[in-house]
């Protein structure tokens, strides 16, 4: 059992340094280092690195080492058209779900252009704030769909915000919209209102890679 958790330790603690982009794309990975922050084993880190290269988070070269998978073109497109497939659907069928508080917190969250808080928690709320559509469902299909692109997700939107604090601002209007018209139980224009955010996402998404070429394919 202690085993499995170190497992699951060394697993997560990885996951979030790549996801979170401290790990940016295509960095190299030294193994032993990494077994010296996680505090753990050869064994336990070996197995989180099996696992992260499963999920298209590390590639393992030969000769070469570990390395934190770069960001494609290809990929980009494939994670935005599978969630303009998903989101707006999700919000407009299955929004009024949410509980009005949670709408309200959401709405306090979003209020206003100006950044509270670290960048950091601001992506929480973010991801929190996408995630209570899909729970919505109660779709375990949509679920597991979107938890496959949740990761990739994550380090788009931290490489394209870190482009421009301006491009939080503009988040937070675009999710303030979203909130606005669920509160307003107008569940086709939320639906439009989470395509326009999408779109505007895709763009600053391409924008920030492409003036980072060293992170794609």
């Not at 085993?3 to 295509?26: G, R």
Request: proline share 2%; aromatic share 8%; glycine share 4%.
């Amino acid at each position: 059992m202690a085993k499995e958790t170190l497992k699951q330790q060394a697993y997560h603690i990885i996951k979030d340094k790549i996801i979170s982009c401290e790990y940016l794309p295509n960095t190299l990975l030294n193994e032993e280092k990494l077994r010296e922050e996680v505090h753990a084993s050869r064994t336990p880190v070996r197995d989180a690195l099996s696992r992260l290269e499963q999920e298209n988070l590390i590639q393992i070269l030969p000769k070469k080492g570990i390395m934190v998978a770069p960001l494609s073109i290809r990929e980009i497109n494939m994670i935005y058209e599978a969630r303009m497939l998903i989101e707006p659907y999700a919000v407009e069928n299955y929004g009024e779900r949410i509980l009005g508080k949670r709408l309200q917190y959401f709405r306090g969250m979003f209020q206003g252009q100006k950044q509270k808080g670290s960048m950091r928690a601001f992506y929480e709320v973010d991801n929190e704030f996408h995630q209570e559509f899909i729970d919505a469902t109660e779709n375990d299909y949509f679920r597991n769909m979107y938890e496959r692109i949740f990761n990739q997700n994550c380090r788009l939107r931290i490489l394209s915000g870190v482009k421009s604090e301006s491009r939080i601002a503009e988040t937070k209007v675009e999710h303030f919209k979203i909130v606005e018209s669920c509160m307003e139980k107008d569940w086709g224009g939320a639906a439009a209102a989470m395509r326009e955010h999408l779109s505007c996402s895709k763009r600053a998404s391409f924008e920030a890679i492409l003036e980072k070429q060293d992170m794609i394919l």
